[in-house]
């Protein structure tokens, strides 16, 4: 199974072209994808509808689109319209359910700050149900994002959209469906603005210092550090240095783990500022 996390940056790549194509043609070989930074009707991108555009380019790819971040955006023909901007997740197999978390949001003074979110999915993956989120947390500072991983973290680990009986069997509220699944067996994909070592990296997966690639049981484990993989997804110039940073993550659930195989980025891939993430899982 191959998994993909990629922040798109909306379809703008490193040469400062806008190709929507390119992201389409990285996508279109993974099992599951995790895309962030996804437009729906902005200027920057002709108020181009990205996820539908996604959608056609994609056939053969189930998607859903979460807008952490929601603005007017009425025409006098379409008074509906909105600009949203948030991630996607993408699969070869039916999304049976999903659902979008917004993220904790500190006020600004400067720089800009906007809303993010969590989208989360339940996939009928070929050998059983998958929990997956396609995230991106704040840019701006540690402690925004540690408080958006703390709310991740309190999600509930078992309840899918609804639970119980239905008492109401007239209204047809399950549509005769039985109990939706939320696995345990969960992965999370996206861009975590942190990077490897960093105080909400360890949040994640624990503190052992003296036992370099511990696993806890209760923790998160690194894909990319589990499969022994070097690599970085982010190029940026600070304070006149070229850095290479790695700020996405693929993390599993402990009993994902044994089935982690292989991580890479494509270092040639132009089409966002940020390079592919992916991480074979058996």
Same mark, same amino acid.
Request: aromatic residues 8%; contains cysteine; negative net charge.
């Given at each position: &199974? ?6 798109? $940056? ?14 389409? @043609? ?23 509808? %990205? ?19 929601? &603005? ?11 600009? %949203? ?28 700050? /906007? ?27 540690? $402690?925004?994002? &540690? ?10 680990? /078992? ?67 589990? /499969? ?45 500022? @940020? ?8």
């Amino acid at each position: &199974m191959r998994l993909l996390s990629y922040n798109i $940056q909306y379809g703008y790549g490193r040469d400062g072209a806008y190709r929507l194509d390119r992201v389409a @043609h990285v996508v279109k070989s993974a099992d599951i994808a995790a895309l962030q930074e996804v437009d729906r009707h902005w200027q920057r991108t002709n108020d181009d509808d %990205q996820p539908a555009l996604l959608a056609q380019m994609l056939p053969d790819h189930y998607m859903v689109y979460g807008a952490g971040f929601d &603005m007017d955006a009425a025409t006098p023909t379409n008074k509906s319209r909105r600009r %949203q901007f948030g991630p996607m997740i993408l699969s070869r197999w039916p999304i049976l359910w999903t659902r979008t978390h917004l993220l904790p949001l500190h006020r600004m003074i400067t720089p800009l700050n /906007t809303q993010t979110c969590a989208l989360e999915a339940v996939i009928a993956a070929p050998n059983g149900p998958l929990r997956v989120f396609s995230l991106h947390l704040a840019h701006v500072g540690v $402690q925004e994002r &540690m408080a958006q991983i703390d709310l991740l973290l309190s999600l509930p680990a /078992t309840s899918g959209p609804w639970s119980g009986t239905d008492d109401e069997p007239s209204r047809n509220w399950t549509q005769s469906q039985a109990e939706p699944p939320c696995p345990s067996s969960t992965i999370w994909m996206g861009d975590f603005n942190m990077e490897p070592g960093s105080a909400e990296y360890h949040r994640l997966v624990g503190e052992a210092p003296y036992h370099p690639g511990a696993l806890y049981s209760d923790r998160w484990v690194d894909a990319v550090a589990y /499969t022994g993989a070097r690599l970085h997804t982010h190029e940026k110039i600070i304070a006149g240095e070229q850095r290479l940073r790695q700020l996405d993550h693929v993390f599993v659930t402990p009993d994902l783990a044994p089935r982690l195989r292989s991580a890479h980025t494509d270092a040639d891939e132009i089409a966002s500022d @940020h390079l592919p993430l992916w991480v074979s899982l058996d």
